[in-house]
């Protein structure tokens, strides 16, 4: 599997969407984010999604050049629509819109329609976290289900991701993302990309029975949620906040739409950052300072491993799947873009 520096990426990515038309600052912001995520170590969310992006271009569901705007809006409160533009785009724009209304108000929710897909739901929760606020998103999805309620056999619910991000130490916010299934839906297309098997509890096939080959979901599989019972209140949780409080539904075209919602606090409505932050600093101190479990050399706190990854992937480089690679090129070479030579 070749090898490939970040700024390898961000050309190859940048070309590509330009090629269908994202304006400049588009496609650059389009192409870091999903890199962002190969450095974390989340290649599910990185630029494995191109080609679906592009299709998605193709459809006509998302539109390269849109950017979003802001419907219904009071004080502390706001409804934005993405006029179909890629959903890291509208995602950006919802994130710094209640971030600046948190900073005035206090508290602030913003709900998002008409989206595609934002990415990373952390990458924006982290945005407010790094800006003195706590942040919690929950993305709900229109383009088919995915996953299985407890005690189904069939898809029902998105994988309906949840997103946490409170401001930490000066290593970085402490960020919780995950989705409410066992593993998100792009986890499958890596394993399938590198022809290796998913754990057992993952996924049920098209007769419901258990099954840790990836292809079987993308032949009429289901994913299941995490934690059984557990897993499936927070998915109808994030289902109703991300489609029903959005009213994405009515606003979403051919079924296809990410309905999102965004809650904000500014901690300063409390108490003074930097002493918020001097406490948290010290609980995750704690936190760390317990005795590791067999199989485990220390105890790590959530974005801690995030923070590693990326750290160790901006000097070696991001490797990718011979199958990404492969559909990356067939993309690359619609538009005439050349594929970088791995790193050595």
Known sequence: MPTFSTSQLETLSTKIFA??????????????SLIQSNLMGHDSHGILRIPSYLEAIDHGTCVPNARPSVGNETPTTAQVDGNWAFGQ??????????????????????TVVRCNHIGR???YTELAARE???????????NGAAVA????????LGTNPLAVAIPGTVEGPVVADMATSVVAEGKLRV???KHQTIAPGTILDKNGKPSTDANDYYEGGTLLTFGAHKGYVLSVIVDLLGRAL?????????GVSFGNFLFVVNVEAFRPLAEFQAEVAERLHEIKSAKPAPGFSEVMVPGEPERRMKAKRSEEGVVLADDTVTALKQVADRFNVAMPTPMA
């Open 149 to 156: 309620p407890f005690g189904g056999a069939s898809r029902v």
């Open 19 to 32: 090629g269908v038309g994202a304006p400049p600052d588009i496609a650059q912001h389009v192409a870091k």
């Open 191 to 193: 394993a399938r990309a």
């Open 246 to 254: 959005t009213d994405g539904q009515k606003a979403a075209t051919n």
């Open 89 to 110: 785009i509208t995602a950006t724009f919802a994130t710094k819109l209640a971030i600046e209304k948190a900073r005035t108000a206090m508290v602030s929710a913003v």
């Open 132 to 142: 003195g606020m706590v942040a919690f998103m929950a993305g709900g999805t229109f």
């Open 121 to 123: 739901l952390g990458e």
